[in-house]
């Protein structure tokens, strides 16, 4: 009797220790396990908001080539002209994603007043802005547009037979030209390039900053290139590397489409390469 009374005794004590030990260990991980959870839904938010400011940055890009400089980096329109054509950031419209996983929405627009820049009248600076939501979340991104400005002198008449150059249209390299010097291109700070067509780039080219070129069609490197910084080169289409193709700090290669490395392309720091929207191996 005494023995079934010692091992009732000693069953009470060890379910009584078990209770214990699971009251000591459920909250830490059920508070854990919540988050993880919320942790892994902050992170998913923010690659949504920096999806959509990218997606709002290029929805004002083909604004701008679309109704401001045909494609190109150079425009006849004034200032008053240009902000008659696009739309401020407080009155544009947000634009909706229907999602399963939330509310998600972006709007872009400029900021300040389109000018003339102060250090040389012959380029106009458009300064925007782009904003998104997810949920209760925001972000936003803002970038300067310096474009060659083609039109009558700033304060003055055309001359009575005089003619404008036309705006620089996407099918041409008017904007590479505009940042080459020695035979070597050269994006940097936030110069933005678009070019639409066929090319055959001949010349090394470098960009970096936060510069962009963005080229929709297809397109042949000659020489090395080289991304660093912030600096993008987004394809649409397909591309052709002849020699070193080097990606630093931050910068990325972008391609949506098809692409050929003769030499295999180096990648340091964050830089990325991305092909059809996955890391190139």
């Given amino acids: 009797m005494n023995v079934l009374r010692n091992d009732k005794g000693y069953t009470i004590l060890i379910v009584l220790l078990t209770i214990v030990v699971i009251g000591l260990i459920a909250p830490p991980l059920i508070n854990s396990v919540m988050s993880s959870s919320l942790q892994n839904q902050k992170t998913e938010e923010n690659v949504q908001l920096e999806n959509l400011t990218e997606m709002g940055i290029r929805y004002f890009r083909n604004d701008v080539a679309k109704n401001i400089t045909a494609g190109g980096m150079t425009t006849s329109k004034s200032p008053d002209e240009i902000m008659a054509a696009l739309k401020k950031i407080d009155e544009a419209e947000l634009i909706p994603l229907g999602t399963d996983s939330g509310t998600m929405k ?53 001359e009575e037979n005089e003619e404008n150059p036309p705006p620089s249209g996407g099918n041409d390299r008017g904007c590479l030209d505009l940042n080459s010097k020695n035979g070597k291109i050269h994006l940097s700070g936030k110069t933005y390039c678009y070019l639409k067509g066929s090319f055959v780039i001949d010349e090394p080219i470098k960009i970096t900053g936060q510069a962009t070129l963005e080229i929709d069609g297809s397109v042949v490197f000659r020489k090395s290139v080289d991304i660093a910084g912030q600096g993008n080169l987004d394809i649409f289409g397909s591309i052709h590397f002849n020699e070193n193709v080097f990606v630093r700090g931050n910068g990325k290669i972008i391609i949506d489409g098809s692409v050929q490395f003769d030499k295999p392309p180096s990648r340091k720091g964050n830089g990325s390469i991305k092909v059809n929207k996955q890391e190139y191996k």
């Fill in 106 to 158: 972006y709007r872009v627009g400029y900021i300040n007043e389109v000018r003339y820049d102060p250090e040389d009248t012959n380029y106009i600076l458009i300064d925007y802005k782009s904003e998104a939501f997810v949920n209760d979340a925001m972000d936003d991104k803002v970038e300067t547009y310096r474009l060659k400005y083609t039109g009558s002198p700033e304060g003055g008449e055309e």
